[in-house]
């Protein structure tokens, strides 16, 4: 699937691009990506996606060339966008979600119907909270370097030695400052997003997804379990071998999950 379009999709003070993969219009599935990922970073996932002629991967605001996040931004924004894009298709059957995407896509699945949603790795309150003093303190000094730090040791849980590895190529550290901006931000509006009792109540079918490597284990193994309680009737489905860069490190791996998933509705 090497055919791709760009998409603008008009949203509430701003815009939404969304790179389309494969026909512009047909039965898609749609990826919300998460916090410290673009579209760009999703393109190798939805190249290897079998069984949807299209591909939608949404580049929310925050990321280039999307607009900025606008004033008095929160997770109701980010529903609001991805609920936007989805109207830009005419048979949308499924909805993936990674991370941050994934909490965004379990809240739209209640408010509007989804046939199939799948997350990879869904966080929610309280994940992160205990970072956001220095966050935002990183944020107000428009130090982007001790965002990512914080973001990378106190949110991940990354050690000293793996950040400095990071932070000694420049080309991935470019890269993460350049996705990392909106970090307070969207921790916040994590922690202060509404905690409904059921998730995806208006989903007719939810996978969830978690990485080998994170099963049971903070942060992202605990706080995806503490989704799964959310959302009754969820079928849970392990990834061997991965962790929470599944997209990065086996984009091939992820999508033959992905896609063996979406065929179960075929």
């Known amino acids: 699937m090497e055919r791709s379009i760009q998409k603008y999709v008009e949203v509430d003070r701003g815009r939404v691009t969304v790179d389309v993969h494969g026909e512009p219009d047909q039965p898609a599935i749609v990826l919300i990506p998460g916090a410290m990922a673009d579209a760009a970073a999703w393109s190798a996932v939805a190249r290897h996606l079998d069984g949807w002629p299209t ?19 929160g997770l109701a924004t980010e529903i609001e966008d991805a609920a936007a ?13 990674w991370s941050y995407g994934g909490l965004i896509a379990l809240h739209l699945a209640n408010i509007r119907p989804v046939p199939h949603l ?10 992160g909270a205990a970072a956001l003093p220095d ?18 040791q106190q949110v991940t849980g990354m050690d000293d030695a793996t950040t400095a590895a990071l932070r000694a190529d420049t080309a991935t550290w470019s890269e993460l400052r350049r996705l990392g901006a909106p970090a307070y931000r969207e921790t916040l509006a994590i922690n202060e997003a509404a905690r409904p009792a059921v998730l995806a109540a208006r989903a007719a079918r939810v996978d969830l997804v978690v990485g ?16 799964a309680r959310h959302v009754p009737g969820a079928v849970v489905h392990e990834l061997t071998g991965q ?21 179960l509705d075929t």
């Not at 799948?118 to 994940?127: G, S």
């Open 55 to 73: 591909v939608a991967v949404v580049n929310r605001r925050g990321r280039e060339p999307s607009g900025p996040l606008p004033d008095g931004y």
């Open 85 to 97: 894009v989805l109207r830009g298709f005419t048979d949308v059957r499924t909805l993936f979600g």
């Open 118 to 127: 799948i997350a990879y790795e869904p966080v929610m309150a309280p994940f």
């Open 135 to 152: 966050l935002r303190r990183a944020q107000d000094d428009g130090d982007l370097d001790a965002s990512i730090t914080v973001a990378l």
């Open 212 to 227: 080998e490597r994170n099963r049971g284990r903070a942060p992202y193994g605990t706080s995806f379990d503490d989704v």
């Open 243 to 263: 962790g929470h860069l599944a997209h990065l490190d086996a984009p091939g791996h992820l999508a033959s999950l992905v896609s063996r998933l979406g065929t």
